[in-house]
């Protein structure tokens, strides 16, 4: 398959091209950054843009940063980057566990860390570590920058609270202390999970002081397991706590059926990946792997 006719460009600043996003609205304009999920859907004419606006010739998008406490990586960052990156290991560990899961090499070398956000496939699972982060998606448009929370960011399958008239050009990254895992449920390496886990857990005191979970592949979006969570703080770090948070972080999953999985296989593999995650991250907090 080949997609339809479109128009091209391939502005050099962010300004540039959020010009182009409100020039050619009419056109239904889709921005290319590594272009490993939008061109795969114009080749097959699910996606039927326009006018394509080109982001790799915008400087300055291509860079990871640290902003006091935070990790920001650019719009252009490569997966394949990102996941050789120091400053990705020491300020956003999950991210770089994650990013081995994502796809295979060829496809991680021109995808983009941002755009695998921007996409918000359900099942992919930089927007399940996005989630479980509490990161900020920096978005440009006509009205200038603006900071989008994860929590707000996810709206449906491949839908965002991005404007049609903006550029998603960083994601910011607190850094969190403490143990993290990410772990998930694939027929073979590579394809896209059944089931994702992004787990971030912290210990004080012999007490877990903080936990974040987030899971992919189970409902229309990424998911916070925000009463397994709290199931989680306050608790001694032992196989109670866990399994009780289990227990509650899978009690209200309804995910959709497929020919890969039905319902009640993709819940009972959420529970136990939801288990190992937990038990992975708490291993790390604890120094015990």
Known sequence: MKPPPFHYASPTSVSDAVTLLVEHADEEPRVLAGGQSLVPLMNFRLAQPGYLVDLRRVAGLDTIR????VLVIGAMVRQ??????????????????????????PIRNSGTVVGSIAHADPAAELPAVALALDAEMTAVGPQGERRIPAAEFFQG?????????????????????????????????????????????????????????????????????????????????????????????????????????????RIDIARAYLRRGIERALDRALDRR
């Open 66 to 69: 640290h902003d006091g406490e």
């Open 80 to 105: 394949a980057t990102a996941e050789r990156s120091p400053e990705v290991a020491l300020g956003a560990p999950l991210l770089a566990e994650a990013l081995h899961y994502v796809a295979h090499l």
């Open 157 to 265: 399958p491949f839908t965002t609270s991005l404007g049609a008239d903006e550029i998603l050009t960083a994601v910011r990254l607190p850094h969190v202390r403490g143990g993290h895992a990410f772990v998930e449920f694939a027929r073979t390496h590579g394809n896209f999970a059944l089931v994702g886990v992004a787990a971030l857990i912290g210990v004080e005191n012999g007490r877990i002081s903080s936990a974040a979970l987030a899971l992919s592949g189970v409902a229309p979006t990424p998911i916070r397991l925000h009463a397994a969570e709290q199931a989680l703080v306050g608790a001694a770090p032992e196989g109670a706590a866990v399994s009780a948070a289990v227990d509650v972080g899978t009690a209200g999953l309804h995910p959709a059926g497929d020919l890969q999985a039905g319902t009640t296989t």
